[in-house]
């Protein structure tokens, strides 16, 4: 299916009253990646105060700093987004790519308890989708209303570990979902993930894979939580479910991460408690005419948000350039697509939407990551690109 990026629904409720960055390729003598604010009068190309969207988080208050920079006027955002899908996008024109660099990419996972049962499930079935369901209703008959009341972590969560161990169900999903330490992994390589209206990639040789919608945090190379937005861990859960071991070819493929469209930096109008409150709407539309619809809500997550940033950003482990962290989803698609007991699985072409009132919508196309454009704009190149527009500096002054 074509994608048609449109300006409704792209930015957030309330349009451009927050602090909106991201970044956009931008055509020139030397074209490259810019730094951009989303903005009434259109896309404001910061990049000659700040080289880099980490080099911006720096700021000791990162909002304030994107809002006072100025710059030249990229285009209009309808301009832009005309230029961003996946049959538009060239470099002669600007479209907008993912707005993070050279941030780490990290993911917390099994944050839901619906989730977190289904993680259980893959496990269990050792990735065959046809035994799903049988699992699923043993395990939510046995165990799936004792989670739902757990705080991970907690005396009452040692003592049900203690109860399913005697019961022949412990898990090492469970031992993440209700446990004291949460799972962090490293869900992509730095300047690696695609943006809204760029394709995104699952394994040719899996056969049981789902959108995961997510909301991302946003976290300075000071270690401050500054914002958030929208991001796609795709995932296999076909190679997860055969062993734990395959989490990095499940998780970190070409395209396998999208962010996006903008980070919403914390300001007036936005800030933790609203990331706390946010729902996440999915739809999925596939060229055969199937359509998957549902919603979730960070209120239902395990663990607090800043219990995750404080897990994986500890005197343990610095991030110099900052981190993005998804923070988990409580979807798990197990509606049948096609034969009866295979449950979900994305087809080439599927349209994949991910939205929130407060952080806009993200846009993609699913295709096989061997046949998406291989990724070769890395750090190594960032830096060379920089340098011959003149954009690098000794200094952050």
């Known amino acids: 299916m074509a994608i ?44 000659a105060r700040y080289a880099t969207v980490a080099e911006l ?3 000791e208050d990162p ?16 301009e832009v987004l005309a230029h961003s899908g996946p049959e538009a996008r060239r470099p002669d024109q600007a479209h907008l790519l993912a707005p993070i660099d050279l941030q780490s ?35 939510n008959a046995e165990i799936g209303g004792d989670l739902s009341q757990v705080t991970p972590g907690s005396e009452a969560a040692e003592r049900l570990k203690e109860a399913l161990i005697k019961r022949g169900l412990w898990s090492q999903y469970l031992e993440v979902g209700i446990g004291p330490y949460a799972e962090v992994f490293s869900k992509a390589q730095p300047m690696s993930a695609v943006g809204s209206g760029a394709e995104i990639g699952i394994h040719p040789d899996s056969t049981w894979n789902n959108p995961e919608p997510e909301v991302v945090l946003v976290i300075s190379p000071r270690g401050a939580v500054v914002g958030a937005t929208l991001g ?22 070409n395209a396998s991460c999208a962010v ?35 919603r979730s809500s960070m209120a239902a997550i395990s663990r607090d948000v ?30 049948d697509r096609d ?39 890395g750090t190594g190149r960032l830096m060379r690109n920089l340098a011959a527009r003149g954009l690098l500096r000794g200094d952050s002054s």
């Not at 300006?7 to 960055?21: K, Q």
């Open 232 to 253: 796609n861990d795709v995932n296999l859960r076909d190679f997860e479910g055969r062993s734990a071991l395959l989490l990095g070819r499940a998780k970190d493929n």
């Open 57 to 59: 988080l720096e700021a």
């Open 4 to 47: 048609e990026l449109e300006l409704s629904g792209t930015l957030p409720e309330d349009g451009c009253r927050g602090t909106l960055v991201g970044r956009a390729w931008v055509p020139g003598a030397v074209p490259g990646p810019s730094v951009v604010v989303c903005r009434e009068d259109g896309l404001i190309d910061i990049t």
């Open 306 to 335: 800043l219990d995750l940033a404080g897990q994986t950003l500890s005197p343990h482990h610095q991030y110099p350039d900052g981190v993005v962290l998804f923070t988990g989803t409580m979807f798990a698609p197990v509606e």
């Open 105 to 139: 990419i990290k993911a917390c996972g099994v944050t839901f308890v619906a989730s977190m049962l289904e993680r259980v499930i893959e496990e269990q079935v050792k990735g065959d989708p046809a035994r799903a369901e049988a699992v699923r209703a043993t395990i």
């Open 260 to 294: 996006g469209p903008f980070l919403r930096l914390f300001d007036d109008s936005f800030g933790l408690d609203d990331v706390r409150r946010c729902e996440v709407a999915l739809k999925v539309e596939g060229e055969d005419g199937y359509v998957l619809e549902d």
């Open 339 to 377: 034969a009866p007991g295979k449950g979900f699985t994305h087809k080439l072409g599927d349209v994949v939407t991910i939205s929130a009132p407060q952080l806009g919508k993200l846009v993609n196309r699913v295709n096989h990551c061997n046949d998406i454009a291989p990724w070769t704009f």
């Open 63 to 78: 909002a304030a700093a994107a809002r006072a920079a100025e710059g030249p006027r990229l285009g209009s955002l309808e």
